[in-house]
């Protein structure tokens, strides 16, 4: 079930844009096992899941992550499906260190919108090679789906927020994201309509956030993926940090070789 390859072009869109949409890139056996996967991940959610819907509004949002460190679809998706291999292709890296995994599930008509953020802030690396693979298991229109700053990859670092009440992370000494309304208006926003076995890679310093679910009938699932190439290194700055979710047993300048991020190519 390995997928076709990335294309100059696509590979042209990453390095320009921050971001690139893949067609039909993952084989449909791939959305199917991903299906069966996020039911059971939906049974037995994980220590770090979390719901960002309140109980008197329509809809769900649903979050979970690491769930490759305790249920087998998810770690055999991580080593045996096409998504590294990508990564690799899309920012021409010789080796691939896995990060983490996370699900996300909106239900039809859910209002709650995922916060313009980038996601390189959150974690304890250092690099340029870092990006996600994301897959939905559902059609996904541009209103309901990921928009990104087009070139805002080559920005500086902002201070990442708690997505549950959006306060700050404290001291990180990085500066707030300026205010959105004269970003979107410099700036050109990318957006696509997503099938399943499309995918959006993109590089873990753009700008971007989501919509809510405005469909009526088709829930949004996705999985995003964490790649690392081979400039990366393990570095734990000041203040707060999501990634490591544990002790790593690793030093500030390391390979990310370990346990819990494992090299994958």
Same mark, same amino acid.
């Given at each position: 079930?390995?997928?076709?390859?990335?294309?100059? %072009?696509? !590979? /042209?869109? *990453?390095?320009?844009?921050?971001?690139?949409?893949?067609?039909?890139?993952?084989?449909?056996?791939?959305?199917?096992?991903? %299906?069966?996967?996020?039911?059971? $991940?939906?049974?037995?959610? @994980?220590?770090?899941?979390?719901?960002?819907?309140?109980?008197?509004? %329509?809809?769900?949002?649903?979050?979970?992550?690491?769930?490759?460190?305790?249920?087998t679809p998810f770690k055999k998706f991580v080593?045996? /499906?096409?998504? $590294?291999?990508?990564?690799? &292709?899309?920012?021409? +890296? +010789?080796?691939?260190?896995?990060? *983490?995994? &996370?699900?996300?599930?909106?239900? =039809?008509?859910?209002?709650?919108?995922?916060?313009?953020? &980038?996601?390189? =802030?959150?974690? $304890?690396?250092?690099?340029?090679?870092?990006?996600?693979?994301?897959?939905?298991?559902?059609?996904? %229109?541009?209103?309901? @789906?990921?928009?990104?700053?087009? @070139? /805002?990859? #080559?920005?500086?670092?902002?201070? =990442?927020?708690?997505? +549950?009440?959006?306060?700050?992370?404290?001291?990180?000494?990085l500066p707030e994201l300026p205010e959105m309304?004269?970003?979107?208006?410099?700036?050109?926003?990318?957006?696509?309509?997503?099938?399943?076995?499309?995918?959006?890679?993109?590089?873990?310093?753009?700008?971007?956030?989501?919509?809510?679910?405005?469909? +009526?009938?088709?829930?949004?699932?996705?999985?995003?993926?964490?790649?690392?190439?081979?400039?990366? #290194?393990?570095?734990?700055? $000041?203040?707060?940090?999501?990634?490591?979710? /544990?002790?790593?047993?690793?030093?500030?300048?390391?390979?990310?070789?370990?346990?819990?991020?494992?090299?994958? !190519?």
């Open positions: 079930m390995i997928g076709r390859q990335v294309t100059d %072009s696509e !590979c /042209s869109a *990453y390095e320009r844009d921050g971001v690139a949409y893949l067609p039909n890139i993952f084989d449909l056996q791939w959305i199917n096992f991903l %299906s069966e996967a996020f039911k059971e $991940a939906l049974i037995s959610p @994980g220590p770090l899941a979390e719901e960002y819907t309140l109980e008197e509004k %329509s809809g769900r949002f649903f979050a979970d992550l690491n769930m490759w460190q305790r249920l080593f045996e /499906s096409p998504a $590294a291999n990508i990564a690799a &292709q899309i920012m021409k +890296s +010789s080796r691939i260190n896995f990060l *983490y995994d &996370q699900m996300f599930v909106k239900e =039809p008509e859910t209002d709650e919108e995922t916060p313009w953020h &980038q996601d390189q =802030p959150y974690w $304890a690396i250092s690099g340029s090679q870092v990006c996600s693979v994301w897959l939905s298991l559902d059609p996904v %229109s541009k209103n309901s @789906g990921l928009r990104f700053i087009k @070139g /805002s990859h #080559r920005w500086e670092a902002y201070n =990442p927020h708690h997505f +549950s009440d959006n306060s700050p992370y404290q001291g990180t000494g309304e004269d970003l979107l208006t410099n700036h050109e926003i990318a957006s696509w309509d997503v099938e399943p076995g499309d995918c959006l890679v993109f590089q873990g310093m753009i700008v971007h956030g989501s919509f809510g679910n405005h469909s +009526s009938k088709h829930p949004r699932r996705a999985l995003a993926t964490r790649w690392c190439g081979d400039d990366v #290194r393990y570095f734990q700055g $000041a203040g707060e940090f999501a990634i490591p979710t /544990s002790d790593s047993g690793l030093n500030n300048g390391d390979f990310l070789d370990s346990e819990i991020f494992p090299r994958v !190519c």
